[in-house]
């Protein structure tokens, strides 16, 4: 099944201690993204990838890193996690050309 | 001026109505367009994709697209208590790569 998997679906730290998020997508898509999604803010670009060891800034990129070290992973890492932090976030995949994302199922973040 | 914007709603359909939401965006290179639908606590799926003027229809589903207004809308016929989700509207640029949501409109259809 062509999917976006993102792990995990919920995770509750503190702050200060580094996590990262993983995503992987299995249909050879050359662009991923992540978002994150808060209420009244809508969906906002955290950053993204157009292709292996090619990343780039989006929206709201501050207090998160990103790699692309192989083609289906796009590892979303929060070094020092801060409450401000804490939101919904979707890892996303879409192939070269006019389409749009696939998204992931989210992961339901909280830094207390 | 938010990029991309949309009316939060809620819109309040009854069942078999059709429901139309709207959708305006702000950069005139805007180059392709799409509608996702998402439930609560779920992801954003896409439904309609539209890249050109004039109207795309796909089974129940009808998206306009006018570039000369930065105007898109999204039309869902005989709508269903199924339809009941958030329908967010999603720009994108070449330029950046970037894909642009609005805040979403809220559809409540009611049996």
């Known amino acids: 099944e062509a999917q976006v998997t993102q792990n995990p679906r919920y995770l509750i730290t503190v702050t200060g201690k580094k996590l990262t998020v993983t995503c992987s997508q299995n249909m050879n898509h050359e662009y991923m993204s992540w978002y994150r999604q808060d209420p009244g803010l809508g969906l906002r670009q955290i950053y993204y990838s157009m292709n292996v060891e090619v990343t780039d800034k989006g929206d709201v990129p501050e207090g998160y890193k990103v790699s692309r070290k192989e083609k289906r992973n796009f590892p979303l890492i929060l070094e020092s996690p801060s409450p401000n932090q804490t939101s919904l976030y979707f890892c996303a995949s879409r192939p070269q050309g006019n389409y749009g994302y696939t998204f992931g199922s989210g992961t339901r973040l909280t830094v207390v | 001026q938010k990029e991309v914007e949309q009316n939060s709603g809620p819109l309040s359909v009854p069942e078999g109505a059709i429901a139309s939401l709207n959708c305006t965006y702000s950069?005139?290179?805007?180059?392709?367009f799409f509608w996702y639908r998402q439930y609560s606590g779920k992801s954003p799926e896409l439904i309609m994709s539209?890249?050109?003027?004039g109207d795309k229809e796909d089974g129940r589903f009808t998206a306009q697209l006018n570039k000369a207004s930065q105007y898109v809308s999204l039309l869902i016929r005989d709508s269903q208590p199924s339809d009941s989700a958030t329908y967010l509207c999603?720009?994108?640029?070449?330029?950046?790569?970037?894909?642009?949501f609005g805040g979403g409109t809220r559809v409540l259809v009611k049996p």
């Open positions: 999603a720009v994108f640029k070449a330029a950046g790569n970037k894909l642009t």
């Open positions: 950069d005139r290179v805007s180059q392709s």
């Open positions: 539209i890249y050109s003027n």
